[in-house]
């Protein structure tokens, strides 16, 4: 039997089969097996590997469930993924399991189901007949005769009767367990240990009907259908508010009705409560939710929901793509440009859009790229014939896209500098909103108060010890925080630079600045703020997202997690406080970043039968990211882009695959990339190209964050046509061979 251990190992280890286990192995199992002195756990990847007669092969010590954790779709999946992003197979199918998975059994999901044992009309009768004898007791019974009576008009058993909870039986009646069961002993109740998955068919709403479908969506579907049961890969291009979320809908309820599963992946966190709200009316408790928000409980239930095959529809965050949904009939990936579907901080380092298409295609089914802004990664496979395009031009119901103005920051300044976070037109838009009664979301990507505490006299600015970054002013807590490794100290003005003494100024502005702005202007208007700092509890983004669309928040202000996705028809002006700050950022794709999230928080306005309008302020308006977005036009813009990619073969006219090294040396660090440099440059001049498709190598110099939580980092990028050549022929023999004590090695293939 051959094991894949969890962790960093990547080799594979062969084991014996003890006579006691040889009927419960089977591959997929989760495996426990001594490795060297210590007990690991691991996964069965193959029952009868070639055996070599010299070898004394150890015997496993135990399995962990007593059936397959991983399908078999999903252990081919995640060899894909260890080959592709040179990654251990092992630490690949850990990613597969939720970590509350991994920690509980199946046993943590079952709960005590109770059952009337007797007719109810019986277990009314003797409820009377306790009376005030026994007044728990005939609480009980009526409760669980009521709970289990058809209503009128229905029948008395359905495809998923519900069943009531020993707990909510107890809460229900007022009363403690002993009690209840006290009546199963007397042969009036039935209490069972099981999995029990219908508590959720009795907090979902009832499926709602379909809206009628405009001639472009009618077009997808039909088009989307006619390739059920066989590998495709659709891109939906369709412009915000034109109804990609029913085409979903439409296509998920036709492999519903064939026995077919169904997975939606959605970039953010933000975004699953709205979208589980649809899905849910649609489609009732047979959707299931995956995401990092969930308690270690609930993702455990969830998954066995999935797993045991009660739950049909999985719709969740970048991991969902490993939910072990039975015979998927299709796959959807939402907001697919995002780059949050890549995993960058470890391994495996995959990109979930991509993870799905190749799923997609392992379980023959189609899948459906949808955005507004389509990936231009995703545009050039169409343009390769790879993907279809089907595209939704304009809004359902005939709905005017928004107005949207550009206003030039530079010229505020010069005439208004007070006015320099909220311009004069959005100030009046947001006036004339206000007097409407409608509402308002404001973008800006940049949380807490001032990002920058600099000296006027020298420029010193003040920095986060161990991180590239400078710190930022935090006004609820007083504090200056590094937002990327946390570090925090305390803020006490005046703070005088260490360098000359003078003191140090506050310049820049994050979204709480804005949020104290907002309130001076405007001290009548309720106002929410949506970012890292006041979502960072249980539930949040859903009290936030449900306040707003009940009206309670008038003006909402937020990062990217309100640039997307949300649909709320009271809000008709959106303002883009910044759309620049994306724009500069050292990496190739700001430019398609800053078009696409300008666009995309454009499109929250004007979703509803009022008309929207849009301000975007920058302090570079003159940038083709930002003007051609305001003329909505992305297609102009995307040709653009890949004209200039083309020229200098980046993304996605050829693939990168970064090779950091990072330590807490510096000097290390950096004798290590460029003695890695040269190593590949030998090994590339050993082999011909056609091997590996590497035709460029860039570096070694600083990565982007030349230091992160107090680790230094050098990187070399390489630029090959065939990533998996690449690894397999030249890199991972040289990073293999490089082993330097202190400094790691982390190969990254497409990168974002």
Not at 171 to 181: G, I, L
Not at 437 to 442: I, S, V
Not at 518 to 524: D, K, S, V
């Amino acid at each position: 039997m051959r094991v894949a251990f969890e962790g960093r190992l990547d080799r594979l280890y062969d084991y014996r089969v003890p006579a006691s286990l040889a009927a419960l192995i089977c591959i997929g199992m989760r495996v426990r097996a001594s490795l060297g002195r210590a007990t690991r756990t691991g996964y069965v990847i193959a029952l009868d590997p070639p055996a070599d007669a010299a070898i004394t092969y150890k015997d496993i010590l135990a399995v962990c469930e007593p059936e397959p954790v991983v399908t078999a779709a999903l252990l081919k999946l995640a060899q894909f993924i260890a080959e592709y992003y040179a990654s251990p197979l092992g630490s690949v199918l850990r990613s597969c399991l939720p970590a509350a998975v991994r920690h509980r059994t199946a046993a943590a999901v079952h709960v005590h189901v109770v059952r009337p044992a007797r007719p109810l009309e019986e277990l009314r009768a003797q409820a009377s007949a306790l009376g005030r004898r026994a007044p728990r007791q005939a609480g009980i019974l009526r409760q669980v005769a009521e709970f289990y009576a058809a209503p009128v008009g229905q029948p008395a058993s359905t495809d998923a009767p519900r069943l009531m909870r020993l707990s909510e039986l107890t809460a229900r009646a007022e009363c403690q367990v002993p009690t209840v069961r006290a009546l199963e002993q007397q042969g009036w109740l039935t209490i069972t240990l099981e999995k029990h998955w219908c508590g959720e068919a009795e907090d979902s709403t009832v499926p709602a009907g379909a809206p009628s479908l405009t001639a472009a969506q009618q077009d997808a579907v039909q088009t989307i259908l006619a390739a059920r049961d066989t590998f495709r890969v659709f891109l939906l291009h369709g412009v915000t508010g034109s109804g990609k979320t029913e085409v979903y809908l439409r296509v998920i309820h036709d492999a519903l009705e064939r026995g077919k599963g169904a997975l939606v992946l959605v970039p953010e966190i933000a975004l699953t409560p709205q979208t589980v709200e649809r899905f849910r009316a649609r489609f009732g408790a047979r959707v299931a939710v995956l995401h990092s928000e969930l308690t270690e409980f609930e993702r455990c239930r969830q998954w066995w929901s999935i797993r045991d095959g009660f739950a049909r529809i999985v719709v969740g965050a970048r991991s969902a793509v490993f939910a072990p949904i039975h015979d998927l009939g299709v796959i959807v990936v939402d907001e697919e440009h995002e780059h949050t579907y890549k995993q960058a901080e470890e391994q495996p380092r995959y990109h979930a859009r991509d993870v799905a298409v190749v799923r997609a295609q392992f379980e023959a089914c189609p899948v459906i790229l949808g955005s507004a802004t389509p990936a231009l990664e995703s545009i050039y496979n169409v343009r390769k014939k790879k993907y279809t395009l089907l595209s939704l031009p304009e809004r359902v119901a005939a709905r005017a896209m928004p107005a949207i103005t550009l206003v030039d920051m530079r010229d505020e300044a010069r005439v208004a500098p007070q006015l320099s976070v909220i311009s004069r037109p959005l100030r009046s838009a947001l006036e004339e909103c206000l007097q409407q009664r409608e509402q308002a979301l404001l973008f800006l990507n940049r949380r807490g108060y001032c990002p920058i505490l600099t000296c006027p006299s020298c420029g010193f600015v003040k920095r986060c010890a161990t991180c590239a970054v400078s710190l930022t002013y935090h006004v609820t807590r007083q504090r200056l925080m590094c937002h990327l490794c946390g570090h925090h100290e305390e803020y006490r003005a005046p703070y005088v630079c260490p360098e000359c003494r003078a003191k140090l100024n506050l310049c820049g502005f994050g979204t709480q600045r804005v949020e104290k702005h907002l309130a001076y202007l405007f001290p009548h208007a309720r106002i929410a703020r949506m970012d890292r700092d006041t979502t960072s509890t249980r539930g949040s983004h859903a009290r936030i997202l449900n306040a707003f669309a009940l009206g309670e928040i008038d003006l909402l202000l937020g990062t990217q997690m309100i640039a997307k996705g949300l649909d709320f028809p009271n809000v008709t002006v959106v303002g883009v406080i910044n759309a620049d700050t994306s724009l500069h950022v050292p990496d190739f794709r700001s430019a398609e970043v800053t078009c696409q999230l300008i666009t995309q928080v454009a499109g929250r306005a004007g979703r509803g039968s009022k008309p929207g309008i849009v301000i975007v302020q920058s302090f570079a308006p003159e940038a083709p990211a930002v003007s051609m977005a305001v003329a909505g036009d992305w297609n102009g813009f995307a040709n653009a882009e890949l004209r200039i990619r083309r020229d200098v073969s980046y993304p996605p006219f050829t693939h990168f695959v970064n090779l950091l090294a990072k330590g807490r040396d510096e000097a290390a660090v950096i004798t290590t990339a460029r003695d890695l440099a040269n190593d590949l440059t030998v090994a590339l001049a050993r082999r011909d190209i056609a091997r590996h498709g590497i035709f460029g190598v860039l570096g070694p110099a600083p990565a982007p964050l030349a230091l992160a939580h107090g680790f230094h980092r050098w990187q070399l990028t390489i630029k090959t046509q065939a990533v998996r050549a690449a690894l397999a022929e030249v890199i991972m023999p040289v990073v293999r061979a490089t082993r330097v004590t202190g400094v790691e090695l982390i190969v990254d293939a497409d990168p974002i």
